[in-house]
């Protein structure tokens, strides 16, 4: 009994779904009466009739083949808009880590410089090396010149 019913289920989901892709056309014949069929008319009656049930009509401002903004993306849009949403926040990530590093740069190299500055402004001597590597005391004239290029030096560094 259950092969036949199997069987009898099979067959009833067949028919009903070739009939589900037939096209049904309407239009009107000679004498004016609406006729409904599973084929098209023949004659003059066929430039007139319509097609119901095939494909659904473009949306005005739709072009064919073309989703209107407002549609759902597919998960393979989805998945490339992550991924270029990743993309931007590493780019962003490391140019604000570059301006970070190069801010730490900037205060330490002003910092420096007003050490060496402060230094130089003490009055102590201070000795340099010379081309030899050997050290070498500045006289008062090379220690104002030394200090007028760290002051100039802290100006530029620490804006």
């Given amino acids: 009994m259950k092969p036949t019913a199997a069987l ?19 239009w009107k014949d000679a004498s004016g009466r609406t006729v409904v069929s ?8 066929a430039k ?7 494909q659904q009509p473009v949306v005005k401002g739709e ?14 849009e989805k998945d490339l808009d992550f991924k270029k949403r990743q993309q931007e926040a590493r780019d962003k990530a490391d140019k604000e880590a570059k301006e970070q590093k190069a801010e730490a740069d900037r205060k330490e190299n002003c910092e420096r ?25 500045l006289d008062e004239a090379q220690r104002k010149q030394e200090m007028e290029r760290y002051r100039e030096f802290v100006a530029q560094s620490c804006k």
């Fill in 48 to 54: 007139e009739a319509n097609v119901i049930g095939k």
């Fill in 113 to 137: 410089a007003r050490r060496n500055l402060a230094a130089i402004e003490s009055g102590y001597g201070v000795s340099a090396f010379d081309e030899k590597g050997e050290r070498k005391m």
């Fill in 63 to 76: 072009v064919a083949g073309e989703k209107p903004a407002d549609a759902p993306k597919s998960v393979a």
């Fill in 38 to 45: 599973d084929t098209p008319p023949s004659g003059s009656a």
């Fill in 8 to 26: 009898v289920l099979g067959i009833i989901s067949a028919l009903a779904l070739s009939t589900a892709h037939a096209e049904i056309y309407q």
